[in-house]
Structures are given as structure tokens and as C-alpha cells.
């Protein structure tokens, strides 16, 4: 069974850092590009970031531009989001996401992990 | 704010069919680019619900279809059931932003 598994969300000061892991199993990780996607209290569902499945090549939304970073460790099966200068509108819950697709800009997500919980306040 | 506009709500009684459209631009839809649906349920994570514009994936019941035409795309459900309320979401791609993917504005769909 296709899993992926979110963690690392918590409490966090504006401006502090974290990092988020998502573990996957049930497919061939290194084959398949990977997105995050979030979503605040409320609100509805924002890409975040997407990594091929080489780890070569590397998009995001210009809301974190900048101050995130993804990657993967394929023989970890897992999946990273390195969040720095964190802003209260980062609040969210962050979702992982395999995708799926012929072409890059016809990906879509097929599996979605439950999420983890990123708190920005002081 | 989201370049792919949705009805905030939408609402049937059980076995009606209601649609949830998607409206976007010579940018994104209109350029081309596929469009997928993603449902919602109370308090969970999203789930794949059509891609291609208008494929299920296995598992998915053929109550729920879509389509495609110009800048705009629709998700229909037939035979409206009462586990079918949720939020539904449309997806698609822009090349005016640097973002690769883009998300609509979600609607939410209720059973009377």
C-alpha cells in the first residue's frame, strides 16, 4: 500500500526555523517528483514546492521563495521542506504529495499523506 | 488569491446532480493545461478525485465526472449522496507565475 507519512510540524516563533519529513513506502520513491502543499486554518489548498524524483530540479511558489527549501533523500525514502524565516501566514497544516503525470505541467497528486501542523506565534 | 475561480457552495438533495465550475484564464486553463479535482472530506486530507480533466482513478465511482472547454472546467455528480459532502478543489497549471501549480478557490458542497 502506497503510504506517506508527515512529521516535524509544531510550535515555532516568527522568524525560527523547522523541518518537516515525509516518509514514503509502497513505491518506487526515486521515481516520482513529490510536491508540498499546505493549508491554513480555514482556508483552502496552496502548492508549496515540488522536487523531481532525481532531486535535480526544484520549484516553489513565490510565497516561500527564498526561505524554503525542499529535497529528498531517496535512499531514505523521504521526503524534506527546511522552512526558515518563518512568518505567521505560515501557519498550516503541510501536506506531502506524490505526483503523477506524462508531463510536468500536467502533474497531478495522486497520494496524499495526513499532514502536520505548523504553528507560527510568540 | 487563487487564478482559478469556484463557487463558494453548492447544494442538492440526495440523487440530484450538482456541477462545481472552475473558471481561469488564456493563461492557465485556456492554454491548455489539464485540470484535476481533489475532494475534501471533514477534517481529513485531500484526495485524487479526477485527473486528465476527466479521469477517474480506480476506486473512484463513476458518479463523479468532469470536463474541460475553454478557460473553464466542471465537476459533476450524479446521484448526489450524503458522503459526497465536502470541499472540492480544482488544480490546474499557469505559465504567468512562477508557481508550477495553482489550486482553485475550493467549493463546498452540501447534501440537504
Known amino acids: 500500500e502506497v503510504q506517506l507519512l508527515e512529521s516535524g510540524g509544531g510550535l515555532v516563533q516568527p522568524g525560527g526555523s523547522l523541518r518537516l519529513s515525509c516518509a514514503a513506502s509502497g513505491f518506487i520513491f526515486s521515481d516520482y517528483a513529490m510536491s508540498w502543499v499546505r493549508q491554513a486554518p480555514g482556508k483552502g489548498l496552496e502548492w508549496v514546492s515540488l522536487?523531481?524524483?532525481?532531486?535535480?530540479?526544484?520549484f516553489y511558489a513565490d510565497s516561500v521563495k527564498g526561505r524554503f527549501t525542499i529535497s529528498r533523500d531517496n535512499s531514505k525514502n523521504t521526503l524534506y521542506l527546511q522552512m526558515n524565516s518563518l512568518r505567521a501566514e505560515d501557519t498550516a497544516v503541510y501536506y506531502c504529495a506524490k505526483e503523477r503525470g506524462q508531463l510536468l505541467a500536467n502533474y497531478f497528486m495522486d497520494v496524499w499523506g495526513k499532514g502536520t501542523t505548523v504553528t507560527v506565534s510568540s | 488569491q487563487s487564478v482559478l475561480t469556484q463557487p463558494p457552495s453548492v447544494s442538492g438533495a440526495p440523487g440530484q446532480r450538482v456541477t462545481i465550475s472552475c473558471t481561469g484564464s488564456s493563461s492557465n486553463i485556456g492554454a491548455g493545461y489539464d485540470v484535476h479535482w481533489y475532494q475534501q472530506l471533514p477534517g481529513t486530507a485531500p484526495k485524487l478525485l479526477i485527473y486528465g480533466n476527466s479521469d477517474r482513478p480506480s476506486g473512484v465511482p463513476d458518479r463523479f465526472s468532469g470536463s474541460k472547454s475553454g478557460t473553464s472546467a466542471s465537476l459533476a455528480i450524479t446521484g448526489l449522496q450524503a458522503e459526497d459532502e465536502a470541499d472540492y478543489y480544482c488544480q490546474s497549471s499557469d505559465s504567468s507565475l512562477s508557481a508550477s501549480y495553482v489550486f482553485g478557490t475550493g467549493t463546498k458542497v452540501t447534501v440537504l
Open positions: 522536487i523531481s524524483g532525481s532531486g535535480g530540479h526544484t
